[in-house]
């Protein structure tokens, strides 16, 4: 049994958790966090999840991501995931999300890190992870349109490549 914290419309934790699986009450929300890894040659590393997975089974997702669980931080849950899912240990403790996406039921926070990692040193999750592979923008985007990818939006596919390496909405 997995739990979460819960949290209010401003991200107040509420003082209690949450049973993953059940149904969320009115005006309550939950934090999931996203890293992608950028190399030097403008590629994101990707993931392919397993086969048996529940959710999404066989299809390619960014490098990793995961809902934070009880007591976790955004920065502790990003860490944890990265390191559960791939292998990679990356320390988070001064690591600022690049942007946050609200959506129906919690907070997304996505994590833009710059690292050239040698995939065979990975050691991949086997309850979560088949595969990883470095891939372009335009890869990641043929994928998508193939229903090879989640069902992200383009856009965001976008966002994330252009704002791999800076902060902020201005250009500079």
Not at 1 to 18: H, Q
Not at 158 to 167: A, E, I, M, P
Request: charged share 30%.
């Amino acid at each position: 049994m997995e739990l979460w914290d819960v949290y209010d419309i401003n991200r107040e934790k509420r003082e209690r958790t949450w049973i993953r699986g059940k149904e969320l009450g009115p005006g309550d929300f939950h934090l999931i966090i996203h890293v992608c890894i950028f190399n030097s040659n403008e590629q994101m590393l990707i993931q392919q999840r397993q086969s048996f997975k529940e959710g999404w089974p066989n299809l390619w997702d960014l490098t990793a991501g995961g809902s934070a669980i009880a007591g976790d931080t955004s920065q502790a849950a990003a860490e944890r995931e990265l390191h559960e899912e791939i292998g990679l240990k990356v320390d988070f403790k001064h690591i600022r999300p690049h942007f946050t996406i609200n959506f129906e039921y919690g907070f997304d926070d996505f994590y833009l890190i710059q690292k050239d990692v040698e995939i065979h040193t990975l050691t991949l999750q086997y309850e979560e992870v088949q595969n990883v592979k470095w891939a372009s923008k335009e890869e990641i985007l043929k994928l998508i349109k193939n229903e090879e990818f989640l069902p992200y939006y383009e856009s965001l596919i976008h966002l994330l490549f252009d704002s791999r390496d800076k902060r902020g909405t201005i250009q500079g």
